[in-house]
C-alpha cells in the first residue's frame, strides 16, 4: 500500500550470510562463525524502472553483487531492514540474535560498498531499523557502524563493528490503536528506506553509494 512497487517483502528464511560479513564470537577458541538467518527483509524491487535500470547500470560497472547473502539473485539486490517473526510461545532474545546477526552483516557490506565507492558517509547516516515480532509484540531496533567496536579483527572485509540498539517501543496487533499504531510505523519505514531527500536513507545512503558504484568508481 505503501511502497509504491518499489518494495519487495522477501522470504530469506533459506538464504545462507556470506560468511565475509558474519560476526565472530570472542571465545578464546577456535573461531566460529554466527549464521543465524533471519525470516524476511525488504529489498528494493527489481520491477521498478528506476531501480532495475540501476541494477542494470551496477551489472556493467562489475558491481553488481551489492547485498551480503550467497543467493545468486539475491546478493544483485539491494536490501533494507529485516524482520524475525516467532509465534507467540517463542523465544524473544532468540529472535534478537537472528535479526541483530542479519542486520549486522547488512551493515558490513554495505560499509565495505561505501569504501569501494569512494563515498564518505557519516555512520550515523547508515542506521537501519529491523524488528522482531513474537506473537502480537512487534519490536523496533536500530543499527548503526560504530567505529569504536571490533570488527573480526582479521583483516577481512567483515571487519567492522555494528551496534544493534533497542528502541523501546513495543507494538501489538491484539488492539485496534496497536494495529493503527502498526501501519504508521510500517508506513514510515518505507518512505525512510526509499525517501531521497538529505533525511532519508536511500538520498543521504545508500543511494549515493550505489550510484557511485554504478558510474564506475572505485575507492
Same mark, same amino acid.
Given at each position: ?5 518499489k ?17 565472530? @564470537? ?14 524476511y ?45 516467532? @509465534? ?21 557490506k ?18 537501519? @531499523? ?30 567492522? $563493528? ?5 528502541? $523501546? ?42 550510484? $557511485? ?6 575507492g
Open positions: 500500500m505503501y511502497g509504491k512497487g518494495w519487495w517483502l522477501q522470504n530469506v528464511q533459506s538464504q545462507s550470510i556470506n560468511p565475509d560479513y558474519l560476526s565472530i @564470537p570472542i571465545t578464546g577458541v577456535k573461531e566460529k562463525f554466527i549464521d543465524r538467518k533471519t525470516d527483509t525488504l529489498s528494493y524491487s527489481h520491477r521498478d524502472a528506476d531501480i532495475s535500470s540501476l541494477y542494470s547500470r551496477l551489472a556493467v560497472a562489475y558491481h553488481d553483487e551489492v547485498s551480503h547473502v550467497m543467493d545468486t539473485f539475491t546478493k544483485r539486490t539491494a536490501l533494507f531492514s529485516g524482520l524475525e517473526i516467532k @509465534p507467540s510461545y517463542g523465544i524473544h532474545t532468540e529472535a534478537e540474535l537472528q535479526m541483530s546477526i542479519w542486520i549486522a552483516a547488512s551493515l558490513r554495505k560499509m565495505e560498498l561505501a569504501r569501494t565507492a569512494g563515498v564518505n558517509i557519516v555512520l550515523a547516516a547508515m542506521a537501519e @531499523p529491523a524488528l522482531t515480532i513474537v506473537g502480537h509484540e512487534h519490536c523496533i531496533y536500530y543499527a548503526y557502524p560504530r567505529s569504536d567496536l571490533a570488527g573480526s579483527g582479521d583483516g577481512s572485509r567483515s571487519e567492522g $563493528g555494528v551496534h544493534v540498539l533497542a528502541s $523501546g517501543l513495543v507494538l501489538r496487533t491484539d488492539s485496534v490503536r496497536g494495529v493503527f499504531q502498526l501501519l504508521q510505523l510500517y508506513r514510515n519505514l518505507l518512505e525512510y528506506g526509499m525517501d531521497k531527500g538529505d533525511d532519508g536513507y536511500w538520498g543521504r545512503f545508500l543511494g549515493r553509494v550505489l550510484e $557511485g558504484l554504478a558510474s564506475g568508481r572505485r
